[in-house]
Every structure is written in structure tokens, then in C-alpha cells.
């Protein structure tokens, strides 16, 4: 797969900036449920590219829609935590975690985190403003220059209401989406 910036911003310097930010982040991030990726490649009308593994998949949003099992449920948001766990030990934060940048395989359906366009680390001195997807963005990270891991967790529990909305999870939702 290749990642790349709209045509009309993909040669201004801050938007390569944020590219290279985002493969250097990508480096770090050796996980069996975050997308793998090889390195950086200029091409030919999409210039700087992100070249990543391809996933034979769906987004999340997308595999919901269909009857899915209580099992694989609980398998993906497993996999989820993991992959969280791993991105939060690595002292990076997504702050763009959604349904949408959540990969559902189809061959065995795991997960594929996607999309770390926006992550941060303490680290990097690119795109520090308040930044994230409307619907899944903590109330503080609207506001907030510095990231923080809580944001994430706050995203993770809107995902956890979609992907387990019975009533055993409600208290653990109910506690992501509690204001920092």
C-alpha cells in the first residue's frame, strides 16, 4: 500500500514534514497488529509515498455492519489493547483512533491499526495543535497541545461501545470517556 499526500499539498514542506514524521513513527512499531512498513518512495504523479504492507481487509466501521460473532468480538478487541499497549510502551500516541483506522483482516479477522498520519511522541516537533476525528476526539485533546496517552484511551472507549455495546461493558466505556 501506498501513503500519500493530496496532489495539491504534496510538495509543500510541511505536509512532507508530516510524512516523514509518520514513516519514522512507523519505523519504531514492529507489531503483528499494526500495519508494517517498508520505507519511503517517491512516485511517479503521488510524489513522496509511504510504501507499507498491503491488508486484505476491512475497516472496522464496515465489518460491524455485518452479523459478527460475541467470539470475534472479544478476539479483535484483544488485539486492539495489544496493539494500544504496544503504541503507548513505545511512548507514542495515536489521537486518531477510530473504527475507520482499524483494519479487520479477512483472512482469520484480526485487526491492522492504520494510519498514524497524527501520532505524536515527546520527541517530534511536527503538528503539536489539538488534532483528531470529531466523533472519537477526548473533549481535552480539542484544546490540549501536548499529547497524552489518555486521549487514546478515551477513543478506544467510544470503539469499545461499537464493537462490545452490551451491558457488561458499560462500565469500562463509561470510565474511558470520563473527562482527564
Known sequence: MLKARKRDVAEQTIYQQMLRKELEMLMHLQHPYIVQ???????????????????????????????????????????????????????????DLKPGNILVTRNGANIKLIDFGLADNDHMAILKQPAGTADYIAPE????????????????????????????????????????
Open 141 to 180: 485533546q480539542a484544546t490540549m497541545t501536548i499529547p497524552d496517552i489518555r486521549n487514546d484511551i478515551y477513543s478506544l472507549g467510544k470503539v469499545i461501545g461499537l464493537l462490545l455495546p452490551e451491558r457488561s461493558f458499560k462500565s469500562v466505556v463509561c470510565r474511558c470517556l470520563k473527562p482527564i
Open 37 to 95: 512498513t517498508v520505507g519511503l518512495e517517491r512516485v511517479e504523479g503521488l510524489g513522496m509515498c509511504i510504501v507499507m504492507e498491503y491488508v486484505d481487509g476491512v475497516r472496522l466501521d464496515e465489518w460491524l455492519k455485518l452479523p459478527q460473532s460475541k467470539e470475534c468480538r472479544y478476539k479483535l478487541l484483544i488485539q486492539l489493547l495489544e496493539a494500544m499497549e504496544y503504541v503507548h510502551a513505545a511512548g507514542m500516541v495515536h489521537r
